[in-house]
């Protein structure tokens, strides 16, 4: 029994107290919060009971509860209860179902209570508000229950969410209600502060929703508590600015602020002074990341454009450009509106908002029919002559960062373009003040590689994707940047854009590109001259050597383009030179070295301080000075400075070559000449010997600057007539005594620390590279007595007692500083003093590099066996591997000469040598160890032995592990395969090659299969191999596609073969037959269908590539075996391109050997018998061998052929038809062009059929079509029989994929025959006819070739998919309400009157999933089901997509469905079914109520009749068809749209 029914029982016999059953469920309740027991069900039931108790005694004025019982229920159960509750530790629904329901209880109370006591509730809220607000901000247990007296912050909100809700009486004190407002006006500045420090989404929900009703609950406090909100709010957006506190703020009191009348409070957001946040606010909704968010951004844009638009209001003032002094300067608002362009405003505003909503979108083919009307917005952003403009660039940005975030690539590709390409002078983006924008985070947005893939159908080495968009942009930027200061400030922030996040090698390189094509403008100041040179240092140092050369490239143009002289001093520069790597990208012989050196000229001409000639003199004077500068009493170690030394000597040859300083003193001038520098340094070095207390670290530094001189000029020890080299090797010929005198002073007197290493490893690259030439006897004798004290030395210390620190480091430099003079062009006396110690090693012991590098220089190693040498290779490590790798192979040599039976001994180190190879995969040294390795296994005595030993099996499974590890790391199989050439390359050594011929099939069919990522960056790498020379990285370190190269070096090795020689077609036949065997594997793996493109259909390919390479080579015999394993082929299904090499083979073989032409007639009947596939590669080959037959068989072969295709011009299968007649007319032509007037004679009946297929019409078109194919049009078997056909045009024309061209210019590359006429085929073709063919008509598209994109047409006016939420649909008060799981969302929806649907019969839940939602979007009161589980099951959801959360949802068991249809009858609801009865009404003639009940029967039975006979009336759906009825879903949905569509006539009619 419920409160209600029982007081009405009260009310009629008075039999009981109220105030007696008041107090008992008080005491009871009180009883239990005190024994714990708040979410025990009797408290829970019995917590309704009374509240609803309380509510009836208010309406019932017969009853009443005293107030000191009303007093009990506030203080001594409500308060107590809500202080030790707390929500925001304990979630559960319980607690929070508990809290609304005593706040409620308590405010009812209150109501029945003296103000006072309002007061005291209310400031126990203010005082518990401001506690956790201000005192609480360290507290994180919130379960401390010491807090005496404190609410927690959801329960003082909720008690006043309810006492805002309530109409307070009055108190007769004035000052008890002035008391009371100040209280309220605090309770509104905590809310505020609630919102603005919370992050709790519930917490700020509810402080918003006690926000509004406070609003409204003291109107004439209206502005000032709009105005401390709007503090708030501004607050918020300073601290941060993506908040969604901003937007739930705003679109909650948007009634306030945009009121529907168009008259605003006091507060103009609009166009105001406080305007500029509030569009910075709703601008960065629009693209925020939260769904949420974005809709309520565009709810108050909607909101705002249509009450301007109803009232007709005049808002702000139109964007426009003021010139002044030549210079223009945005003055203008974001937003404005004026009654008089009114409608043009409509539709741009119209298009904006469509545009933004349809980016919500995830179907692109939705989204794509809408893109053109930015073009809309664009051209409304424009000024017109007046210098006036409709639409503020700010929006256009929004759009931008909208469309930026879509999940769609086409979407991001499309918006990115438009951006980079957009004509900056007609949108006026950078006047507006988007430069900020521009340069920070869209040019984050082109830091995604998918932007730069190359467009489908342009050609290899294109400019990828967006790649010249963006110099286009960068250039435009320029442009319309006003001045100088302004175009610094712009592109110093794109550096720092660069700076401060990591990119990828693509898009970095095509910004530095566009960077570097500015136009010069002193752009960079020091600061900005430090920031590219930390791009360089931060991006650049993982990416792969070509990429990184080409991007220093362009980084050396960006210095010298747009350098700031002014403020940039020489020494600056210098520093940022040493960044580029000399190997890839800065070179005296590099292109960028010429263009710095020539702007160094030109800017030491011009400039008259700085930069000026005696500037930069002077500069470097000092620079070498201070590198040779020794503080007084320092006595410290050496240590490689590289960098400062670098840039010094760097600048010191680029000034000499841009003839800043002179080679030579001229005696008449002043000029610092590069003698005067260079003798700075040598007059250091050649006073060593006469000077004995010269600092060694003085002598150090000026070697180490000699050495990086060097390095920097490249080779010096020639004889060129570079005036330069000239003068360097002059002053290398006055040091080479002192260096030998200074390396034996270090090494008797001076290295003995472990700090001495770096010193050691100076002299031994100066005696290395500086001492490489002839020398004088006083050079001669001073490197003997170096020569001897490092032997000596070591002989000494050979077997000492104890073994210290010091001789450790004696004994290693002596051993480096010989291995340093075995490197230089030593004279035989000092070779055979080395030479003479050698053998007196023991190299068991001893076996380090230097020593390594000393027995390379020796043919015989005594005292070390192959085990010994792999023992002591296990124990090195890091570089020390290198040298004993190349002394390994002097070592296996000698022992398969001295002993042949120590195979085994030769395998283990084999296997040994494999294993150190590994452990080095990822060191920097690996390619060289490779090569070490390579040249230890595959050497000629190895390679000679017979297969079956155990050195050639080993040496098998080794280099198909190679050929593995190749697959994965390009490169590897390159430089196998090279060695296996040089080796190969002799008649003598060919021989052996035969045992390794399936090493040449896997290199004749090596290369994978690019992944999107690879494939992006190979067409990258093509796009900068186009640029030639124009980039260093091209001259310095020339990029081929390693994997394609190993298919290349095997086209040139076969190449140079001959097919008059026998040992050549020996090996070729040989060759032959194991390229077959592969094939026949291929064939014989069951793959399945093989795709186009892929790694088997290119294996095929590359096969039959060279199997018709080297047809020249096929004869006698081996021609038949060819001709029947082609044919075999031909029988089956294969791509095109594969086809197509096999029926060339065919006409090579036919036309060079008549015998097997005739044997085609016999082919022809075997297929006509068994009508094979193969018959349209029959009538293929038969069309292009008559004109390379001997003339006396032309005759008999084409009345043959004549006479066999005829009857196939008639064949009932299409494209065998076809192919039979595009033969006939080809085989006609050739007759009459080599007038064969016997056969034309003979079948004159064939030229009516000839004539007719002359005409183009649609019996022939197709033939046509066939005929212009390149195949059967252009193509010829032997004049196309070169390179360019067999490797580039054909795989072109066959629809592989461009990776598998091959360029002829690649085989230039590597061999330097094809100049000199020495191969048996010709490497170009010498005509263009096949290489401008294009593929035919019937081709086999790819697997990844997909579909053109449909052509935008259009304005973006025409029809189009329009999903758009009408802003007065959309209430944000509940949006807000949606973070209150425990709050009624839609209880101000469901009390509306309106259409209720009812679908408790109905038990399928994809059924009610659909109803669900269209009852949300037509608006249904309410919606009725048998269980509201149904709701969390996931099918409903997929199906309802969250209407469930915007729709009132009730539950009503089909068991108390009569009762329930009762119930709404007596409120006045008509009650409707869905059903077919005698009596039913069809819904065309039925007018719904306004207050309508539409009840939906179950799938099988319908509505029952005990239901029926419940309902008002019956309504029908009329039908056409023979089907019964309708799904329930649709039938309902029709019913609610039927009833919808009522109700808005009425509206509208009303």
């Known amino acids: 029994m419920d409160a209600e029914t029982v007081l009405s029982l009260i009310g009629e016999s008075g039999a009981l107290d109220v105030d007696k059953l008041v107090v008992d469920i008080t005491d009871k309740l009180i009883q239990l919060y005190k024994n714990n027991k708040l979410f025990e069900p009797e408290f829970q039931q019995k917590l309704p009971f009374l509240s609803n108790i309380i509510s009836s005694v208010n309406a019932k004025d017969a009853l009443k509860v005293s107030l000191d019982n009303v007093l009990t229920i506030i203080r001594a159960l409500a308060m107590p209860v809500l202080q030790k509750i707390n929500p925001l530790y304990d979630s559960r629904e319980d607690s929070m179902s508990t809290v609304v329901q005593m706040a409620a209880l308590l405010v009812l109370c209150l109501n029945q209570t003296p103000v006072p006591n309002s007061m005291w509730v209310l400031q126990q809220c203010l005082r518990s508000m401001r506690y956790h607000i201000r005192e609480s901000a360290h507290v994180t247990n919130y379960a401390d229950h010491s807090r005496e007296n404190i609410l927690d912050i959801h329960c003082s909100l909720e008690i006043l969410h309810c006492y805002a809700g309530t109409m307070d009486e009055k108190s007769e004190s004035q000052e008890m209600n002035q008391r009371m407002d100040q209280v309220m006006d605090d309770l509104f500045i905590e809310c505020l502060n609630t919102v603005s420090e919370f992050s709790n989404k519930t917490v700020v929900a509810l402080a918003q929703l006690c926000i509004t009703k406070l609003l409204k609950k003291d109107p004439d406090k209206l502005l000032y508590r709009l105005t401390l909100t709007w503090e708030v709010i501004q607050r918020i957006w300073k601290e941060n600015k993506n908040s969604d506190k901003l937007l739930m703020i705003l679109c909650a009191l948007s009634n306030h602020f945009f009121p529907v009348s168009g008259t605003h409070c006091g507060i103009d957001l609009r166009a105001g002074k406080e305007s500029g946040k509030f569009w910075q606010i709703l601008q960065n909704g629009i693209s925020h990341k939260n769904p949420l968010t974005r809709k309520r951004a565009m709810y108050l844009l909607k909101r705002i454009t249509d009450i301007c638009g109803t009232v007709g209001a ?17 003055v203008s608002g974001v937003f404005w509106w004026r009654k008089s362009e009114q409608q043009q405003l409509c539709k741009i505003w119209e298009d904006f908002v469509m545009l933004i909503e349809t980016l919500e979108e995830k179907q692109v083919h939705v989204i794509k029919p809408l893109l053109p009307r930015l073009q809309s917005l664009i051209q409304a952003s424009q000024y017109d002559q007046k210098n006036l403009s409709f639409l503020h660039t700010s929006w256009l940005v929004a759009v931008v960062r909208r469309a930026l975030m879509h999940e769609s690539v086409f979407i991001v590709r499309w918006i990115t373009e438009l951006v980079l390409n957009l004509d900056l002078d007609l949108c006026p983006l950078l006047h507006q003040g988007q430069d900020n924008y521009l340069s920070s985070e869209f040019l984050l947005s082109i830091q995604e590689p998918k932007l730069y893939i190359r467009e489908p159908g342009t050609p290899l080495g294109s400019t990828p994707g967006s790649g010249a968009s963006v110099s286009v942009f960068f250039t435009n930027c320029w442009k319309q940047l006003e001045n100088n200061t302004a175009r610094s400030a712009f592109f110093q922030q794109v550096i720092q854009t660069i700076i401060t996040n990591t990119w990828g090698p693509v898009p970095l390189l095509f910004i530095y590109q566009a960077l570097s094509q500015l136009p010069v403008s002193p752009l960079f100041n020091k600061e900005g001259i430090a920031s590219l040179k930390k791009t360089l240092s931060v991006n650049l140092t993982t990416w792969n050597p070509y990429m990184r050369g080409a991007v220093h490239h362009f980084c050396g143009r960006v210095f010298i383009n747009l350098i700031d002289t002014a403020s940039v001093k020489p020494g600056d520069f210098a520093y940022v030179l040493c960044m580029f790597e000399r190997e890839e990208s800065l070179q005296r012989v590099s292109v960028l070295w010429g263009e710095i050196t020539s702007w160094l000229k030109d800017v030491a001409e011009s400039e008259k301080t700085k930069w000026s000639r005696d500037a930069i003199q002077k500069y470097l004077h000092k620079a070498i000075s201070d590198i040779l500068q020794m503080e007084s009493g320092q006595d410290v170690a050496y240590s490689f400075s590289e960098t400062e030394v ?37 007059e250091v070095i050649n006073s060593v010997p006469s000077r004995p207390y010269l600092p060694p670290l003085k002598a150090e530094k000026a070697v180490e600057t000699v050495i990086s001189l060097i390095k920097e000029m490249g080779q010096i020890n020639g004889t060129g007539s570079d005036a330069l080299s000239s003068v360097v090797r002059s002053m290398l010929d006055g040091c080479y005594e002192s260096l030998y005198v200074f390396a034996k002073q270090r090494l008797l007197n001076g290295w003995k620390n472990e700090e001495d290493l770096a010193s050691i490893k100076l002299l031994y690259m100066a005696i290395g590279l500086v001492c490489g030439r002839s020398c004088d006897s006083h050079v001669i004798s001073q490197m003997e007595k170096l020569v001897d004290a490092c032997i000596s030395l070591l002989k000494e210390y050979k077997a000492p007692e104890e073994v210290t620190m010091a001789i450790q480091i004696k004994r290693l430099a002596a051993s480096r500083l010989l291995s340093s003079v075995c490197h230089t062009d030593a004279p035989a006396g000092v070779v055979n003093m080395i030479m003479g110690y050698v053998p007196d090693i023991d190299m068991s012991i001893n076996f380090a590099k230097p020593l390594a590098d000393i027995r390379r220089k020796t043919t015989t190693v005594a005292g070390v066996t192959p085990s010994s040498a792999s023992d002591l290779l296990g124990i090195s490590q890091g570089e020390t591997m290198l040298p004993v790798m190349r002394c390994i192979c002097h070592i296996l040599q000698q ?34 160890t490779l090569q070490a390795f390579i040249d230890i296994s595959f050497q000629p005595e190895l390679l000679k032995l017979p297969p079956e030993s155990e050195i050639s099996k080993w040496l098998m499974q080794c280099a198909e592990k190679l050929f593995d590890f190749g697959s994965e790391k390009s490169g590897v199989v390159n430089m196998v395969m090279s060695r296996l050439y040089s080796i190969w390359n002799h008649e003598e050594t060919l021989i052996d090659a035969e045992n390794y011929l399936h090493l040449m099939v896997s290199a004749c069919m090596f290369g994978t299969i690019y992944k999107k990522q690879d494939r992006q960056i190979l067409d990258v790498h093509c796009y900068l191999r186009t640029l030639g020379d124009t980039l260093s990285v091209n001259q310095l370190k020339p990029w081929s596609p390693r994997d394609m190269m190993v298919r290349v070096d095997a086209v040139n ?44 259909h290119r294996q095929k390919n ?49 036309y060079r050997y008549i015998h097997l032409a005739e044997k085609l007639w016999t082919l022809f009947d075997q297929m ?19 004109p390379h037959l001997d003339h006396k068989f032309r005759v008999t072969y084409y009345a043959t052929t004549l006479y066999k295709v005829i009857p196939w011009c008639m064949a009932h299968h299409f494209n065998t038809r076809v192919h039979a007649q595009a033969t006939l007319v080809k085989l006609w032509q050739q007759c009459e062009q080599l007038n064969l007037q016997e056969v034309l004679n003979s079948h004159n009946v064939i030229k009516p059929c000839f004539d007719f297929f002359k005409e183009i019409n649609n019996s022939t078109k197709n033939v046509w079509r066939l005929l212009e194919n390149y195949f059967f049009q252009v193509f010829d078997p032997k004049r196309d029989f070169t390179i360019d056909t067999i490797y580039h045009t054909l795989p072109r024309l066959g629809i592989l994929h461009d990776d598998e061209w091959i360029d002829t210019y690649r085989f230039k590359q590597t061999e330097e025959m094809w100049g000199k006429s020495g191969s048996f085929i010709t490497l170009e073709n010498g005509t263009d006819d096949l290489k401008k063919s294009t593929p035919g008509p019937w081709r086999f598209k790819g697997i990844d070739e997909t579909e053109e994109d449909e052509e935008e047409g259009g304005n973006g006016n025409s029809n189009v998919q329009k999903k758009i939420m009408p802003w007065r649909h959309t209430d944000p008060d509940e949006e807000a309400l949606e973070q209150l799981e425990y709050t009624n969302r839609i209880k101000e929806r469901g009390g509306q009157d309106g259409l209720i649907l009812v679908t408790s019969l109905i038990e399928k839940i994809p059924n009610l999933g659909g109803l669900c939602r269209t009852s949300e979007i037509f608006g249904v009161s309410q919606f009725v089901v048998r269980k509201l589980s149904y709701i969390d099951d996931k099918m409903f959801q ?8 915007w729709i009132p949802v009730l539950e009503v068991y089909h068991e108390r ?25 069809s819904m065309t003639e039925f007018n719904f109520p306004k207050k309508s009940l539409l009840l939906l029967g179950n799938e099988k039975e319908g509505i029952p009749v005990e239901l029926i006979n419940l309902l008002d009336v019956c309504v029908e759906i009329p039908q056409q068809g023979v089907i019964r009825s309708l799904n329930v879903h649709v039938s309902g949905a029709l019913m609610v749209w039927e009833y919808r569509r009522q109700q808005l006539v009425n509206t509208k009619d009303g």
């Open 314 to 330: 005049d808002v702000g003032s139109q964007p426009s450009r003021v010139k002044t002094n030549a210079e223009s300067k945005e």
């Open 646 to 682: 670098m840039q010094t000597v760097r600048m010191l040859l680029l000034c000499v070559d841009a003839d800043i300083i002179p080679v030579k003193r001229d005696p008449s001038s002043k000029d610092l000449s590069l003698d005067h520098y260079l003798n700075l340094l040598t």
């Open 895 to 928: 022992a398969l000469s001295t002993k042949p039976e120590s195979h085994n001994e030769i395998v283990n180190c084999l296997s040994v040598c494999w294993s150190s190879l590994q452990e080095m995969r990822k060191a920097t040294f690996f390619w060289d």
């Open 1053 to 1096: 090795f076969l190449c140079r073969l001959k097919p008059d020689n026998p040992a050549h077609v020996k090996f070729v036949v040989s060759l032959h037959k194991e390229l077959r065997d592969k094939y026949r594997e291929l064939v014989a793996i069951p793959t399945g269908q093989t795709f186009s493109n892929s790694q088997v």
């Open 1102 to 1150: 590359r096969i039959l590539q060279f199997m018709v390479l080297l047809l020249p080579f096929i004869t006698g015999s081996e021609s038949e075996v060819l001709w029947d394993f082609t044919w075999d082929l031909l029988m089956q299904e294969m791509q095109p391109s594969v086809r197509h090499y096999l029926e060339w083979i065919v006409m090579y073989l036919a």
């Open 1168 to 1186: 006509t018998e068994k009508r094979t596939m193969s018959l349209c590669s029959m009538f293929c080959v038969l069309s292009h061998i008559g």
């Open 1438 to 1445: 997929s199906l309802s997509v969250t209407a469930e959360k």
């Open 1457 to 1481: 469905l009569p009762e329930y249809l009762e119930e709404k009858k007596l409120e006045g609801y008509t009650l409707i079914g869905v059903e077919q009865t005698a009596n039913s009404v």
